[in-house]
């Protein structure tokens, strides 16, 4: 076997390997891309929607469940703070009639 012949089945051996060595992530990542745009497809199709139907349920019962939880506390401090600034209103009519009559 002479050397020349070495080298030529090595380097037919190296291109065989290059070859498997792009093959082998060509073929994947061509599948991955035709799965991609099956799967995009599907979501603007069918998925997208139902999580936005979904989406859009639990934020309004999020709202109605918290309206009802934070209604009967903010009545109450609307009631409270009513109740104050009423109390005080009158302390100062009060004590404003007072010190008209010492004058």
């Known amino acids: 076997m002479d050397l020349t012949v070495a080298t030529n089945i090595s380097i ?10 792009v093959a082998v992530p060509g073929v994947l990542f061509y599948f991955l891309n035709k799965g991609m745009r099956q799967g995009t497809t599907w979501l603007k199709k069918t998925g997208l929607p139902e999580a936005q139907r979904y989406t859009r349920l639990m934020a309004d019962k999020t709202n109605e469940y918290s309206n009802k939880i934070a209604e009967p506390i903010i009545k109450v401090d609307t009631a409270t703070t009513e109740v104050q600034s009423m109390t005080r209103m009158t302390l100062k009519g009060l004590r404003g009639r007072k010190r008209n009559k010492n004058v």
């Open 12 to 21: 037919i051996i190296l291109a065989i390997e290059g070859i498997i060595l």
